[in-house]
């Protein structure tokens, strides 16, 4: 059963589950390539993804993977300026950061930042109590230790599900107890993050008993390699097999999506929330006129 | 005393099936270790001791079981009870079809042991029976090029060049010298492994012989086989001496 959540009393309805629109600026990163490292490309990507039915944007400052070095200050110029641009066209939009840094989070939740994605699960462990100081909401994340920025290597798991289940469970409740308003965290497995193919689609396989912590789950499955590895195609070719992972994800109880593709991931949950009996049909004339 | 050595990669990759449909790409790397290991086994070995790195150094026996379960693939090789390291279950593998050909033993070595204490180990392992051989898994850099799993670090393929010479050329000497602080900055997986042959061959004159060096996913692999010529020992002084002074 999905539940409620509210980021710094911006709340969001479960109906369906969530999408959370991916902007990054960055020049660098794996899918979208710079495309929206300008200012107002980024700007132009968020009107377009609340247009086409985002509820969450989460803003980038530096690419997930290996590569060119960002410090804090430029990962800052990057992201926080462009939170309060955001802030001010969309007053009651949640606006995610993905940062794995305290100095970052502090920036942006000063310009009205709402979630803290904390994607490199707790490297920078001041981050989660910028999340409690300025109660916002707060992702908790499973690398299996990996170093921000860094590629698996021969990483291995007696049991992937059981790791990430811990893992994300006891961030969670550490970011409850010190503050971090419990209706405002997320976890997720965090895939390809300290993990092969096989380790990814073995926690799609168990999305129930991730989502039977009670926690809402947020899933970043989006275009990523596992995807591309399944079905063995390039990165141009892995939209449907995102989509396929995230109808299942969702039918088994998945809160939230972050996505590249926000309209067609929409409809998606829509569809599958339709096929669950969770929402209404948009319409229903068919044989009843 | 040591009559022949074989040097092998150890990836999840080289088990076919693996990699689903891109096993083939590691066809040619899996026809020359079955090379290097008839050539090993030609050596008439009465023991052989299977050697790789891992978190700790320890002494598995032989009633072992190596499983890829925990990189999600599950498939096991043996069914004994000593649950071998990622190193040691590719050895255990690449050992199926010859299993009836010798006594084996598996060793893990730690990755962080030093010069002289892998070097010490050789030396301990070579004494281990009249006639032992030593089938050695170890890989080179992960750092190799912007697509390898630890990213580039410039001075990786220079690193698996020397390496690749040292095992062509029966080099113990490289070996020994190697240094524990660079290969863990390249993410070399082999350093103690090779280290631990030299022990074992110092007191020999190895005549090297490398059959493949590749790296298709950005990770150095090498197979070796090394021979012994002649029959008479050899002091190993120098090369202990430059892995106890490496270690100081």
Redesign the interface.
């Known amino acids: 059963m999905r539940t409620t959540v509210r980021f710094r009393g911006r709340e969001l309805g479960t109906q369906r589950p969530l999408v959370m629109a991916i902007v990054n600026r960055t020049p660098d990163s794996f899918y979208d390539r710079g495309r929206t490292f300008e200012f107002d490309a980024a700007l132009s990507a968020v009107d377009e993804a609340v247009a086409d039915g985002a509820d969450i944007v989460d803003v980038g400052g530096v690419k997930a993977g290996?590569?060119s070095v960002v410090g804090v200050d430029e990962e800052i110029e990057r992201t926080a300026p462009f939170v309060t641009e955001v802030r001010r066209n969309f007053p009651d939009l949640v606006i995610s950061v993905d940062t794995w840094r305290h100095e970052v989070g502090r920036a942006v939740c000063v310009q009205g930042a709402d979630l803290l994605n904390d994607t490199w699960a707790g490297a920078d462990p001041k981050l989660v109590e910028v999340a409690a100081e300025f109660q916002a909401g707060y992702v908790c994340s499973h690398t299996g230790g990996a170093a921000p920025r860094?590629?698996?290597?021969?990483?291995?798991?007696?049991d992937?599900v059981r790791s990430v289940v811990d893992e994300t469970t006891r961030q969670a409740e550490h970011a409850a107890e010190i503050g971090v308003p419990t209706d405002g965290i997320l976890i997720d497995p965090t895939h390809d993050f300290g993990k092969?193919?096989?380790?990814s689609?073995?926690l799609l396989r168990h999305t129930d008993q991730l989502v039977a912590t009670g926690w809402p789950v947020l899933m970043a499955l989006s275009n990523k390699d596992f995807v591309g590895?399944t079905l063995?195609t390039e990165l141009s070719e892995r939209v449907t097999g995102t989509l396929a992972a995230t109808a299942l994800a969702a039918r088994d109880g998945a809160t939230a999506f972050r996505v590249h593709e926000v309209r067609q991931t929409r409809q998606v949950l829509d569809m599958v929330a339709g096929i669950t009996g969770e929402r209404e049909p948009a319409s229903t004339v068919r044989g009843l006129a | 005393m040591l009559v022949a050595a074989g040097v092998f990669p150890h990836?999840?990759v080289l088990v076919p099936g693996v990699a689903?449909?891109r096993s083939a790409d590691l066809d040619g790397t899996r026809a020359n270790c079955e090379l290097a290991l008839n050539r090993l086994f030609d050596a008439d070995p009465e023991l052989v001791v299977v050697l790789g790195g891992d978190d700790r150094t320890a002494c598995h026996g032989s009633d072992v079981t190596g499983t890829l379960a925990?990189?999600?693939?599950a498939t096991t090789f043996g069914d004994g009870s000593a649950r071998l390291p990622?190193s040691l279950t590719i050895g255990r593998w690449l050992l199926e079809s010859h299993l009836d050909r010798a006594a084996c033993e598996f060793h893990s070595v730690a990755w962080n042991a030093t010069p002289a204490e892998c070097f010490r180990l050789g030396e301990r392992i070579a004494d281990r029976a009249t006639q032992v051989a030593l089938l050695v898994l170890g890989d080179g850099s992960?750092c190799r090029t912007?697509r390898s799993?630890?990213?580039l670090e410039p001075d990786a393929i220079a690193y698996d060049d020397h390496i690749a010479e040292a095992l062509r050329g029966g080099d113990t000497t490289a070996l020994a010298a190697l240094r524990p602080e660079t290969a863990e900055r390249l993410?070399v997986a082999g350093r103690p492994a090779w280290q631990v042959l030299a022990g074992a061959a110092s007191e020999r004159s190895p005549v090297g012989e490398l059959l493949d060096y590749s790296a298709p996913y950005g990770?150095g692999y090498f197979v070796a086989s090394w021979r012994f010529a002649g029959s008479s020992p050899r002091s190993g002084r120098a090369e202990r001496d430059r892995a106890e002074a490496l270690t100081e």
Not at chain 1, 150 to 158: C, G, W
Not at chain 1, 196 to 199: A, K, L, V, Y
Not at chain 2, 70 to 73: D, K
């Open positions: 290996p590569g860094t590629r698996p290597h021969r990483v291995r798991y007696e992937v092969n193919t096989r380790h689609l073995a590895e063995g | 990836p999840p689903g449909q925990p990189y999600g693939q990622l992960a912007e799993p630890g990213f993410l990770v």
